[in-house]
């Protein structure tokens, strides 16, 4: 570790004295985009590794929940005010996913609040999507709880039957729904590249210290930690993440003790795709496209798997340290290298240091830097 | 009388000769033959289409049959075929590049490649060791299939490389790897360093397809792939795989080298993978890196779980299924009104439902009436009347095409099996001829079970014991399972004071 910084610090010095492009503003870009980009990982990565934690599956569909998650932002942005069956359609999902929200706090789906709730939610989501161009915040929120449905749903519909079943009959299952995402993706969203660049405020110019960006330099950064944080204490502080914990380490122990490890397993679900909207939605916004749709998650996904592994499988602190390590890798490291007259860079390799460095971590020490030791037991 | 060795020697040889050997033999050669000639008729029938899937068959047969043996016989799930079929299919695809391809490559000013790496051609280098007999046109067999066979080498070194860091990990963390590294194979054959081999994006056009489109060659390849992965399969070595996947630890303590069986088992897949990539970039007519994307290990998938993960008949089945689905699905992906559209989904909805319920009903679970029956059922019925009284409604008026419907079809497919019958088709049964002839392997004969009866009671074996097996083995073919030595009035060990 300090060999490596060391390395990166030297290079640092030698670049500023061979050139005056390499100054701290060139640094600091750098360094500005790797946390951004660390930060859209780390979305991503957390919902792996609370999966991971809970029933053991590498969730290989993750990735392309991002990436349902970033087209249904685009769609509700762009495309509203829809018909008005349309918009209650939407909004009845939306109000689920409000419902399993209020359920945290309320411990009953069929609490009054909760229902209260709900019935409010479907009547705003309903009047918004049918009257109004929503803004991006509240595209961001309603793609969020849709998002969350629809790993809830793949959950009950396609991993529950197989609860009990070998873990290679589950992930190959799982690679089953990643492919049918993509597919569907492509069937019912689009074929090609679609530019998302919409005019609204955190798209405005922003210029930092000579960094000159746009504020989402500033927003992903911080909603991620906001959401981070949210996450943190909905696991730290209220009984169901407490049955989250308890099922994390041991599934069976907990149901005895009275643990409805199912909801858990949803509840799991639903967060973990809300990140990973969020994160596809803002990736879009930071990349100012989205992909196609079959190839879109693909490389998120398995980098912010990656990123799991490395900071250690199944902890929370340990997917935001490892999305760190892959952004700051991906970002820092080329700017470290980049093309001078005798050297040409290592750019073109970078989408290939998530899995060296995986497949390193691995190797030296499998359960990750923050990770306990998973190894098999007898 | 014989003597405990003797008669476990007179086992093995039971064992390595089975019964019927000569008639199971002559069978082979019959099937074959039949094979041949079923062959022959189709191509006689002159569809290109048709030529062109059973081809595809043969050549996806011979990357799932590989991919079984890691995926089934050691029970490591690897997600890592493309890549490896991608370094064959690149070595094949250089090794015979036509010398019209090069100029053109090298002429136009957009390629990556150089002349050093233009110069790596199969007929310059025989040509340069004085075999310029195998350089002519007429021997360009010879060339492909040396050109097929190095890509196959290659690419086994490569899953040695691949094989010899990750085989340490367990299970899906593997799964991750191998996947991460077909991944880095295709993400690295672009870049500055290899480009010069691979031309970048451009890839290599016009690869000789007469031997990928021919059902023959294919065929051959394919026939010398299963004769070679299933005598391994039934091999020490095969059998030490089947150990690790059933128990790694057991395997371990019964003294089976993991690492070694594991190593060699993705190596000799890896081998014929490259061996299949050859034959694809053939059949393509041309090597791009498209061609090799994760949708080709996708679809090995579904043929190994839809056969039968760990059966070589399952999967040659499973992967007539998937290159049936491929070839003929076109009209899948069709543009059809959204209408007809809309009554199609209601209609599998409404078969999901029904299948969901005998399920129901032949699993004894209850209620049969699950809501899952009901939600399926009642969604489909609206899509169907909204999509039948559409047009006269007038609402969803308009077109929808089908892009990508085979791959969700086949998706779902993958899904459906692996919750109602994950083994597949088959199982990890095997096609034999004894089956047919209502032979149950699982059932040992009289002889046998005589024999079991002498080699698992060495009491038995002195003077007087025969009479007493006899016995013994007449007790287990009237009560199987019956246990040995229960027999006796009384223990045997009294007699010994």
Redesign the interface.
């Known amino acids: 570790m300090g060999a490596v910084l060391a390395i990166i610090i030297g290079r640092m010095v030698y670049l500023n004295g061979i050139n005056d492009r390499f100054g701290t503003a060139y640094f600091g870009r750098a360094f500005i985009e790797s946390l951004k980009l660390g930060s859209l990982y780390a979305l991503i990565a957390l919902g792996y590794t609370m999966v991971y934690g809970i029933i053991?599956?590498?969730n290989f569909a993750h990735g392309e929940v991002f990436m349902v998650g970033a087209f249904l932002t685009y769609f509700l942005f762009t495309l509203s005010p829809y018909p008005w069956y349309v918009a209650l359609l939407y909004s009845v999902f939306i109000a689920y996913g409000f419902m399993r929200i209020l359920e945290f706090f309320r411990g009953n789906l069929r609490d009054p609040v909760v229902l209260g709730g709900g019935a409010l939610m479907l009547m705003f989501a309903t009047f918004m999507l049918s009257t109004q161009t929503v803004n991006l915040i509240i595209a961001l929120v309603f793609s969020m709880l849709l998002t969350g449905v629809l790993g809830i749903l793949i959950d009950r519909?396609?991993y529950a039957?197989?609860r009990t079943?070998?873990?290679?009959?589950?992930?190959?299952?799982a690679?089953?729904?990643s492919?049918?995402l993509?597919?569907?993706g492509?069937?019912v969203f689009t074929?090609r590249q679609t530019p998302f660049r919409p005019d609204t405020l955190i798209t405005n110019p922003l210029t930092i210290g000579g960094i000159s960006s746009n504020w989402l330099l500033v927003a992903i950064p911080v909603i991620t930690a906001i959401l981070v944080v949210a996450l943190t204490m909905f696991v730290t502080r209220t009984r169901l993440g407490k049955a989250m914990r308890a099922s994390a380490q041991d599934a069976e122990t907990a149901q005895m003790m009275g643990v409805s490890v199912n909801r858990v397993i949803a509840t799991t679900f639903l967060l973990g795709s809300m990140l990973a909207a969020a994160g596809g939605a803002m990736w879009g916004l930071n990349f100012g496209s989205l992909n196609q749709p079959?190839v879109m998650g693909?490389?998120p996904g398995?980098k912010a798997?990656?990123a799991a592994?490395i900071g250690g499988i199944g902890s929370l602190p340990g997917a935001v340290i490892g999305a760190m390590v892959i952004g700051f890798s991906e970002n820092f490291l080329t700017a470290v290298f980049p093309r001078t007259n005798n050297f040409?860079g290592i750019t073109?390799?970078k989408?290939?240091f998530?899995?060296?460095l995986?497949?390193i971590v691995?190797?030296i020490r499998?359960s990750g830097i923050v990770g306990e030791d998973l190894s098999?037991k007898? | 009388m014989a003597s405990v060795s003797q008669r476990i020697d007179a086992r093995t040889q039971e064992l390595a000769f089975p019964r019927h050997r000569g008639r199971n033999i002559l069978l082979t050669l019959g099937g074959l033959l039949a094979l041949v000639i079923i062959l022959w008729f189709l191509e006689g029938l002159g569809s290109s289409k048709l030529n062109q899937a059973l081809a595809l068959f043969a050549i996806w047969g011979v990357a799932t049959v590989s991919l079984n043996l890691v995926n089934g016989t050691l029970g490591i799930l690897s997600l890592g075929h493309h890549g490896f079929m991608l370094i064959g299919g690149y070595t094949t695809g250089l090794l015979i590049l036509s010398e019209t391809a090069r100029d053109r490559i090298l002429s136009s000013g957009r390629s990556s490649m150089n002349e050093t790496t233009l110069g790596l051609s199969l007929s310059r280098g025989l040509d340069l060791i004085g075999l310029d007999a195998l350089t002519t046109p007429e021997t360009l067999w010879i060339r492909f299939v040396i050109a097929v066979l190095v890509g196959g080498v290659v690419a086994a070194i490569a899953g040695l490389i691949v094989g010899i860091p990750s085989l340490r990990l367990r299970g899906d963390y593997l799964a991750i790897v191998t996947f991460g590294f077909g991944e880095i194979i295709r993400l690295s054959a672009s870049t500055r360093i290899f480009a010069p081999l691979t031309n970048g994006a451009l890839g290599l056009p016009g690869i000789p397809s007469e031997f990928g489109k021919s059902v023959w060659w294919t065929f051959g390849f394919l026939a010398i792939t299963v004769f070679i992965i299933s005598k391994l399969k039934y091999s020490s070595y095969g059998r030490a795989m089947e150990g690790i996947r059933e128990d790694e630890i057991a395997a371990e303590a019964m003294g089976v080298n993991l690492a070694y069986h594991k190593v060699l088992g993705f190596a000799i897949s890896a081998f014929f993978a490259g061996i299949a990539g050859g034959l694809w970039v053939s059949w393509l007519g041309g090597v791009r890196l498209d061609f090799f994307l994760f949708t080709l290990t996708f679809f090995f998938l579904v043929a190994l779980s839809a056969g039968g993960t760990g059966s070589i008949t399952g999967v040659l089945l499973g992967t007539a299924l998937v290159v049936f689905v491929r070839q003929y699905g076109d009209p899948l992906e069709e543009t059809y009104a959204l209408a007809t559209w809309l009554i199609i989904a209601g209609v599998t909805l409404l078969l999901a439902a029904a299948a969901t319920y005998l399920y129901r009903t032949f699993q004894r679970q209850r209620p049969r009436m699950h809501p899952a029956v009901y939600g399926l059922g009642i969604v489909g019925l609206i899509a169907v009347l909204v999509g039948w009284l559409a047009p006269n409604l007038g609402i969803l008026d308009g077109t929808f095409r089908g892009f990508g419907m085979r791959a969700i079809f086949l998706s779902v497919l993958l899904i459906v099996i692996m919750i109602f019958r994950p083994e597949g088709i088959v199982g990890r049964r095997e096609f034999n001829w004894g089956a047919l002839f209502g032979e149950r392997p699982d059932q040992p004969t009289d002889e046998e079970r005589k024999q079991d009866a002498w080699l698992s009671n060495a009491q038995l074996n002195r003077p007087g014991g025969a009479a007493a097996a006899e016995a013994v083995a007449e007790v287990q073919a009237e009560v199987p399972g019956k246990p040995l030595l229960e027999t006796g009035d009384e223990p045997v060990e009294a007699e010994d004071k």
Do not use: K, M
Request: without cysteine.
């Open positions: 053991r599956l590498i519909v396609a039957p197989l079943a070998p873990r290679n009959s589950l992930l190959i299952t690679i089953a729904v492919f049918f993509q597919n569907f492509l069937l074929n079959a693909i490389l398995i798997f990656a592994v040409l073109e390799f989408d290939t998530a899995f060296i995986l497949i691995l190797l499998p098999e007898v």
